[in-house]
């Protein structure tokens, strides 16, 4: 990572997103120096109910949010609180206006976001929200989109070309992978038992997986979607 202090912006639709997503490179980015704000745009509880059947409020996966970013000395997340897996519901220029102006109002270089390709609803318009906030028009603050997978998400989308994750950015999270998986404990109410996709061992395999098939011992994987220079 380079040594330039840098803004970072991780747009993620529901809170865990981000740390399952980068959290390790969120890590690195603190580490460098580098400012790293979180946006979520949904409050991820509405239609949710946990492993032991209760609901999941909204205020308790806020907190989580907020535990997390603490974990990782991170900037306190910001909320749009939209509605848990029914954004499609939402006037899509309404959601686009308020990415918007939160990235206006933090001018971030770095831009981590969902791969368009992902099974939730919820992800794939975060995506696509994110790309027409962040169009490339003069003066536009950011550089650099990189799209995250999230297990449980991404490698369940339907089957084909178009969708599939198929990353050409890695980040060694060598000596951040525990601090991730630290952060991830704020989230336990949304984690499962494994073999389940989205259970800690699994988390682990996939960070494993991802850096040993670019000679490192865990990074985190990313799909390149502008880079300015
Ligand atoms: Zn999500």
Redesign the pocket.
């Known amino acids: 990572m380079r040594q330039i202090k840098k803004k970072i912006l991780v747009i993620?639709?529901?809170p865990?997103?981000e740390i399952l997503g980068c959290g390790g490179t969120m890590a690195r980015h603190t580490d460098n120096g580098d400012k790293v704000f979180t946006l979520f745009l949904s409050d991820?509880a509405t239609s949710r109910i946990d492993k032991n059947n209760h609901i999941v409020d909204n205020i308790s996966r806020v907190n989580a949010g907020i535990s997390a970013s603490k974990i990782l000395c991170v900037n306190p997340p910001k909320f749009l609180n939209m509605p848990d897996n029914r954004m499609d519901t939402l006037p899509f220029l309404d959601i686009v206006k308020k990415v918007e102006s939160i990235i206006n109002e933090i001018n971030p270089e770095v831009i981590y976001t969902h791969h368009f390709g992902d099974l939730?609803i919820?992800?794939q318009i975060t995506h696509k929200a994110v790309m027409t906030a962040a169009r490339p028009q003069p003066n536009c603050s950011v550089r650099e989109i990189y799209s995250f997978e999230?297990l449980s998400?991404t490698e369940w989308s339907t089957p084909s070309p178009e969708l599939s994750f198929v990353p050409n950015f890695f980040v060694n999270i060598s000596t951040t992978l525990d601090q991730k998986l630290l952060a991830l404990k704020a989230y336990s109410d949304e984690m499962r038992d494994f073999p389940h996709s989205r259970s800690v061992e699994s988390v682990v395999f996939l960070a494993r997986y991802r850096g040993a098939t670019m000679g490192m011992n865990a990074a985190e994987a990313f799909k390149v979607e502008r880079i300015l220079n």
């Open positions: 993620a639709a529901h865990d997103d991820g939730n919820d992800h999230v998400s």
